[in-house]
């Protein structure tokens, strides 16, 4: 599938991140402490590259024990996806009845943009699973998600802000804030609101089959030990295991995480526990992943290790993981392999923030490695980087190539009172080539953001019609119009007189 475009999938992925992104905002003020149990639900990267996985919750709390399943919706429903007849696809594979599943509203707002509502709706695996023979199974989705159907527990979601007013067995009556009264009838769903409680339009649930609602535990009350489940016959408890003492373990720990490492019949599990101990200052888990880099067990286990050392920035360990991803990104045996693309990419601002390593990827053999170089740079990248950006577009060497690279980080990622400054003084003392590409990126920027560092009249004048072409001048190189342009033009089949 390489880089190839798919807005609709790349939206639906965003949608899922932007909700487990607010899940973990709401359990830190909870006062719990989560962390990404499934790699990446957080995050709206998309990579072609199928890993099999265990089926896990999206999040986990490390002092409590909690997972949680993010469940983003554009319309808020008690809904699951199901594969009846297929038992590792079934809607609660892989969750355990005091697992929580929470439901996020995602609307879009001005400009496409999408944004998480500010509550979730928590329910337990447990009351789900008591109120199924009473949901309702959708038709088939499409031949590609073969026999999976959305499994919907009936529910009622307000269109409006309110308060309600009365609530016997039968029905809800409410006041809602447009003046109107508005009465539903329960039909068997619990209300989950008293007299005289508020509720929100579109984001929260007034009613459902479920019987009640769920709620974060008190951290306090609850604290949960994963040292306990180390020696689980379940993959998915050894694994939740390991990946906690990877954030609350210490050295005490290490042999048995060591243990789970070097010999558990699970793959996943197993390097998981490599990472963990990386986590914790031990080479040995650094060893191990490198093993499953260059020679693994399980061909798949090649891009789960490379993405699990894009996570060890905060680790005593960052530098020899930035090592290990530059040197697999190098390996002329991956070439055009998404591993050296995920490489790249973890040394980026998703990844280590180890910018300097990303400057010998601007000239990359592959096009999709070059994208992914040129994006995986960050606004936070320091002024040494500017000056080695910079350094690359007054080299006469440098290929046109690389120069171009390094132009379009400088001009649309480098924040623009660190880049311009330099932009405008290479083009006072550098060679015709040289002044080309310092004109050439000027005139990519924003003409507001530059403005105060260009006060030369024919300089100005210069640039003037180049920005005539930026996204910010001109309506149709605007991100958002540039595909649709694209995907328009293509609507038309060429006749021949």
């Given amino acids: 599938m390489g880089l190839k475009v798919d807005s609709s999938f790349l939206k639906f992925l965003t949608m899922g991140a932007l909700g487990a992104r607010r899940v973990c905002e709401l359990m830190v003020r909870a006062g719990l402490h ?72 995602i609307r879009e707002a001005e400009g496409g943009r999408l944004q998480a509502a500010d509550n979730a709706e928590l329910f337990w695996v447990q009351d789900l699973q008591a109120t199924e023979d009473a949901s309702r199974l959708g038709p088939p989705k499409s031949a590609s998600e073969g026999a999976e159907r959305d ?37 068997g769903k619990t209300s989950y609101f008293q007299v005289g409680q508020r509720f929100l339009a579109d984001s929260q649930f007034l009613a459902g089959l479920p019987v009640a609602k769920a709620a974060f535990p008190n951290p306090q009350q609850a604290r949960w030990n994963p040292r306990d489940m180390l020696r689980s016959d379940s993959p998915i408890d050894r694994y939740v295991a390991v990946k ?47 093993a499953a880099i260059n020679e693994p067990q399980v061909p798949f286990l090649r891009m789960e290790a490379t993405l699990a050392l894009s996570e060890l920035k905060v680790t005593p360990l960052a530098a020899r993981c930035a090592d ?32 300097p390593r990303l400057l010998a990827f601007l000239d990359a053999p592959a096009v999709d490695e070059l994208v992914h170089t040129v994006c995986a740079f960050g606004s936070d990248a320091d002024a040494t980087v500017a000056d080695h950006l910079i350094a690359i577009l007054a080299d006469e060497a440098a290929s046109e190539r690389k120069r171009a690279s390094a132009s379009l980080v400088l001009a649309r990622t480098i924040p623009a009172g660190v880049s311009a400054p330099r932009l405008v003084a290479l083009r006072t003392c550098a060679s015709p080539t040289t002044k080309d590409w310092a004109l050439a990126t000027l005139g990519q920027m924003s003409p507001a953001a530059i403005r105060e560092h260009v006060t030369d009249r024919n300089l100005a004048a210069q640039l003037r019609p180049l920005q005539l072409t930026s996204p910010e001048t001109n309506w149709t190189r605007s991100e958002q119009v540039v595909d649709t342009l694209a995907f328009v033009r293509k609507q038309t089949v060429e006749t021949r007189a």
């Fill in 324 to 355: 290990l991803l530059t040197e697999c990104a190098q390996a002329e045996a991956l070439l055009n392999d998404e591993v050296r693309q995920a490489a790249i990419w973890g040394l980026g601002k998703d990844g280590l923030r180890a910018y």
């Fill in 151 to 187: 499994r919907e527990w009936p529910s009622i979601v307000p269109s409006t802000n309110g308060v309600v007013q009365a609530l016997d067995q039968a029905r809800l009556s409410t006041r809602l804030d447009s003046g109107r009264n508005q009465t539903y009838q329960l039909r």
């Fill in 34 to 105: 989560p962390i990404e149990l499934e790699r990446y639900s957080r995050s709206n990267k998309i990579w072609s590259t199928k890993v099999k996985r265990l089926r896990l919750p999206d999040l986990l709390c490390v002092h409590t024990g909690l997972r949680v399943e993010v469940r983003a919706k554009s319309d808020l429903t008690i809904k699951m996806s199901d594969a009846p007849t297929n038992p590792d696809r079934r809607w609660n594979t892989g969750l355990a009845p005091r697992d929580m599943v929470a439901f996020v509203l």
């Fill in 244 to 290: 906690a003492l990877g954030v609350v373990g210490a050295a005490p720990d290490v042999p048995a995480i060591t243990r789970i490492a070097e010999r558990d019949a699970e793959g996943r599990v197993a390097l998981e526990a490599a990472a963990s101990l990386v986590r914790l200052g031990n080479d040995r888990g650094l060893a191990l992943l490198r």
